[in-house]
Each structure stands twice: as structure tokens, then as C-alpha cells.
């Protein structure tokens, strides 16, 4: 029967799934190292596919246009850096993977607005160093500050950008 209003009813879902499974018997060891094995190896076969995504962004910035990249190039560098920021982190390109996601940020943000191509340079040049720089985990002070600068300069133009 409906609770009336202001009432609570306390419902208790149906337990399919544990009859159907059993009680559990917590995390499987062997099943988490297979994971951990089956990451690693995808691992290195990441960083060549991140350094061909740089690659692809650099095509991308050297499109002709000016001083402004067009929406279609706007486009398809968000759609690359959206990827690289959810991907990096799990090959541990932590840091890579934060630039990548103030690039989207930054092209999210702007829409249809004309785009930098400086700014989208900095950053895709950001990220390439990031993977020279310290591998997997580049989390220097140095690739710190950078994104720091980096933020900084996204916040500045974004702010401008929505005047």
C-alpha cells in the first residue's frame, strides 16, 4: 500500500542477484592480478598510442587558418583531448591526462567562439612534455607549475571569452 504523504515506506528490493551468485566471498587475489597484468601490458602499448595522438593534435595545430583554428579542427582536438584525459590517468599519464583535461576544458567552454591556436599549442606542446619529461607518472615540479600556468591562462582567456 502507498505511503500517504509525509509517511515513509520502507521497501526491501528483490535479491535476485544473490541467489543467483551466492553470499560472495570478497575480492579474488587472482582475478585482481590478471587485471593488474592485463594493464600493464595495455600500458606500453599506450604510450605509443598516446604519442600518436600528440601526433594527431600536431597535424591538427599545422591545418592552415591563421591565427585561429577553425571548428571543425576545433572539433576534432576536443574529441582527442576528452579521450586522452579519461585514458591517461589509468596508464598512469596522470599528468598528461590533466592537461589533456584543461584542453577540453578550455574548448568546451569556447563552443562556436573562434579558438587560440597559441593556447591549443601551449597545451598540446604541455602534453607532449609531460610524456617526455617524467614517463608513466610526470609529476614534477616543473610539469607542475606548468599546469598551474597553464590554468591560470585558461581561466584569464575563458573569463575574457564569456565578456
Known sequence: ?????????????????????????????????RAERIIAGAAAVYETRLTSTV?????LLDRPGGATIDATSARE???????????????????AGEIAALLARYLEVLKD?????????????????????GGA????????VLVRRLQELDTTLLGKARR
Open 77 to 95: 582536438i576536443h574529441a582527442l583531448a576528452h579521450e586522452m584525459r579519461g585514458e591517461a590517468g589509468i596508464f598512469g599519464y596522470r599528468r
Open 1 to 33: 500500500m502507498p505511503a500517504a504523504d509525509g509517511d515513509l515506506e520502507q521497501i526491501a528490493p528483490d535479491d535476485g542477484l544473490r541467489s543467483k551468485v551466492g553470499p560472495g566471498r570478497g575480492p579474488d587475489p587472482q582475478a585482481a592480478r
Open 55 to 59: 601526433a594527431k593534435l600536431q597535424r
Open 113 to 133: 567562439a573562434p579558438v587560440d591556436r597559441d593556447v591549443v599549442k601551449a597545451h598540446v606542446d604541455s602534453i607532449s612534455l609531460a610524456i617526455k619529461e
Open 137 to 144: 607518472d610526470s609529476t614534477t615540479e616543473g610539469s607542475t
